[in-house]
């Protein structure tokens, strides 16, 4: 079974609102990665953050991860019909575990124009 | 500076037959890591090659074998298809430095769509 847990499966917003997924996992971490994907395509690297960390921003990405909670957010700001696609957290449980990432099934956000 | 590319884009098989799957890692990247991913689901691991050897292997059977050649590319075999092998296979290339740390981000490439009739 997938360590990850997206929520919700389906997101639909208009251009310009918010959009918040958020994940939960079972097991300790090394890291948490949150990914993109449009329509079954290869998968585009949003952000990375650590266990140790608490929150990170990436331009209109903003990522909180909760270890005691084992749950982690993703807020796209200010939405855009460009930000449509499915996305996906992922875990490496330890650093030597670097690459061997599991993932959740993802959350598919429409975002309309 | 190519990121990721694998050959190739769409393959359609029968059952019992057998495919190769090739991926090129980004320029500069020592490890390349396979993921399957099925319709409508997250991508699964099946296994990570890091100088030429395979390092890290997930649930997969042993029909799943793999490659890595002096270049850092790698190749996927899958041997006695079934119907349930029909997914997306994705490879993702890294930079491992086990000695100096990890880097952890990993680059994928497009995937390849297999197809088992």
């Known amino acids: 079974s997938q360590q990850g847990e997206e929520d919700p499966q389906a997101l639909s917003i208009q251009e310009g609102e918010n959009a918040t997924m958020n994940c939960s996992y079972k097991?300790?971490?090394?890291?948490l990665q949150w990914y993109r994907q449009n329509s079954g395509r290869g998968l585009v690297h949003l952000i990375l953050i650590r266990s140790n960390e608490r929150e990170k921003h990436s331009g209109r990405l903003r990522v909180t991860l909760d270890t005691s909670k084992k749950s982690s957010s993703l807020l796209i700001t200010a939405s855009r019909a460009a930000d449509t696609a499915s996305y996906f957290c992922a875990t490496d449980a330890t650093s030597l575990n670097a690459g061997k990432s599991t993932f959740g099934d993802g959350t598919t956000l429409t975002v309309k124009p | 500076d190519a990121g990721v590319t694998q050959s190739p884009t769409h393959l359609i098989k029968t059952r019992g037959q057998q495919v190769t799957l090739r991926c090129s890692p980004k320029?500069?990247?020592?490890?390349v890591s396979w993921y399957q991913q099925a319709l409508g689901q997250g991508p699964q691991f099946i296994f990570q090659y890091y100088e030429e050897e395979e390092r890290q292997r997930g649930n997969f059977p042993d029909r799943f074998s793999g490659h890595q050649f002096p270049n850092y590319s790698s190749e996927l075999n899958v041997n006695a298809l079934l119907l349930g092998d029909s997914a997306l296979y994705l490879c993702a290339s890294s930079s491992l430095d086990l000695t100096g740390g990890l880097q952890e981000t990993q680059y994928f490439g497009p995937g390849t769509r297999l197809l088992v009739l």
């Open positions: 320029s500069g990247h020592d490890t």
């Open positions: 097991t300790s971490i090394n890291n």
